[in-house]
């Protein structure tokens, strides 16, 4: 069983600090477990995207184990989520221990005009009371902002009809350079950075943690997303520290301090935990263990964007290490997406098409290292973003997650392993009777072009190119 109740209400405990962990940077792939918890153990769910829509319920795994949880709280919830939207089941079940007396503490995100994405955020927060946010950091980010006057120069062209910042990019394939310049279209103000995590903590004992936001489309089933349960009080107590660095003293992206990279070693896999920003997972983490892959990767990501993690991909390629790669349609159309230039240097990339969105945050390395978490493969998600990364090393979860990919890579039709279906049209499933707006151009179904009968083209990414060595050095 993986749920197992305490015979004895445990006080609530909030040390702030960890014993006995390792803060080292820059180690190996393969950690050594600075603490050990043998009688706890980890559950992988892993939700294949389902239904014809996002649906206010809460059938999907990804939910059901939540609400068991919030049911079985007894002394203490707390939470960090991007926000909430249609989800009456998680809200009824959270107001229900509210109402027997479990004290309730939540963080979710907003803007620096206040807003939040998630339409029952409003009704979530004022039904619980107890939920604070990145409001205030996210206006003196602001004003940050507005102050700079430094500039910025790329080394490479821009490219036509982009707008936003560059990013200079060369790969070395071996005969030829792989040459581009990335830019979003429209220009990017970089004032916020998100309160991005997706974790409830249950008695300081039980996490439940992953890429799947509280929302319809997301525990209500549509998209493909992973969530891990934890049960154990090591764990729990490092998510409790984070929770009091923003609930308690409001830090928040930059402003957190770290504790390193926490390892834990549990009944049935080994656990790394780390935060970002001031952790930067990336680089820090999830990099060495890509660059350390001596057989296979398989990719599951909703964005791509991050130019360190395509090198490190090209570069396993080019070794022979079996390299896939799965993102969301959406993200292929994103001025900064690497897939196609993973594809130029022979990488298999296959973008998504049914109508919810490839929402995972997730890698498998030869088979038995698990990468999860609520954080995007970008800059953003390592450098500015509340987020946490769980890291698994597991044959039997790898096992598991391995199946999964296998299973959605062949749902995928082969001729996305060539361009991109636009994620609001015909080519992307249910997206054209889903009563959302896919492609975010604030155009939904059939009031959007690409659902009628005649289709527009996708708009062009950034152009790229392959060039001789001997013409050209590898860099900008």
Same mark, same amino acid.
């Given at each position: ?266 009944? @049935? ?106 954080? @995007? ?100």
């Amino acid at each position: 069983m993986i749920y197992h109740r305490p015979h004895a209400v445990h006080a609530r405990l909030r040390s702030r600090s960890r014993s006995g962990l390792s803060s080292s940077r820059g180690d190996t792939a393969k950690p050594t477990a600075a603490l050990k918890d043998p009688s706890g153990n980890v559950r992988l769910i892993l939700n294949l995207p389902s239904g014809d829509a996002p649906t206010d319920t809460c059938e999907a795994e990804v939910c059901t184990a939540l609400v068991r949880l919030l049911d079985d709280a007894e002394v203490s919830i707390d939470f960090a989520v991007y926000g909430m939207r249609n989800q009456s089941t998680i809200f009824t079940a959270l107001q229900r221990a509210k109402a027997r007396g479990v004290d309730i503490r939540g963080v979710v995100d907003r803007d620096a005009e206040g807003n939040n994405y998630y339409s029952s955020t409003e009704t979530f927060v004022a039904a619980l009371g107890t939920v604070h946010d990145d409001h205030t950091a996210d206006i003196a980010r602001a004003k940050e902002k507005a102050k700079a006057t430094t500039s910025y120069e790329p080394k490479c062209p821009r490219p036509e009809g982009f707008l936003g910042p560059v990013q200079c990019l060369a790969y070395d394939l071996g005969d030829n350079c792989l040459m581009a310049a990335h830019a979003s279209r429209e220009t990017l103000d970089g004032a916020d950075a998100i309160m991005h995590n997706k974790f409830f903590v249950v008695d300081n004992r039980f996490v439940w943690t992953g890429s799947t936001n509280i929302s319809d489309s997301g525990t209500g089933g549509y998209n493909a997303n992973l969530v891990t349960v934890i049960d154990s009080r090591k764990i729990a107590k490092a998510y409790l520290d984070e929770m009091d660095q923003m609930f308690v003293k409001g830090r928040y992206h930059r402003a957190k301090k770290s504790n390193g990279t926490l390892r834990v070693a549990l009944g @049935n896999a080994d656990v790394e935990l780390l935060f970002s920003p001031q952790d930067t997972p990336i680089r820090e983490r999830v990099r060495p263990i890509l660059k350390a892959a001596k057989e296979s990767v398989d990719v599951a990501v909703f964005f791509l964007t991050h130019k360190h993690i395509a090198a490190d991909l090209i570069k396993l390629h080019q070794k022979g290490v079996k390299v896939r790669v799965i993102i969301d349609a959406t993200a292929a159309k994103n001025g900064y997406t690497k897939h196609e230039l993973l594809r130029a240097a022979g990488i298999p990339v296959k973008v998504e098409d049914w109508g919810g969105k490839m929402h995972m945050k997730s890698a498998i390395i030869d088979g038995k290292i698990l990468v999860t978490g609520s954080m @995007n493969w970008t800059t953003a998600g390592d450098d500015d973003n509340d987020e946490n990364v769980v890291i698994l090393h597991s044959a039997e979860l790898g096992e598991q997650y391995a199946a999964y990919f296998e299973e959605i890579w062949g749902r995928i039709d082969d001729r996305w392993l060539v361009g991109a279906p636009d994620p609001e049209s015909k080519d992307s499933g249910t997206a054209c009777s889903d009563g959302v707006d896919n492609d975010f151009d604030h155009q939904d179904d059939l009031a959007d072009p690409g659902c009628g009968d005649s289709p527009p083209q996708l708009p062009a990414l950034p152009p790229y190119r392959l060039i001789p060595k001997q013409q050209i050095t590898c860099e900008w």
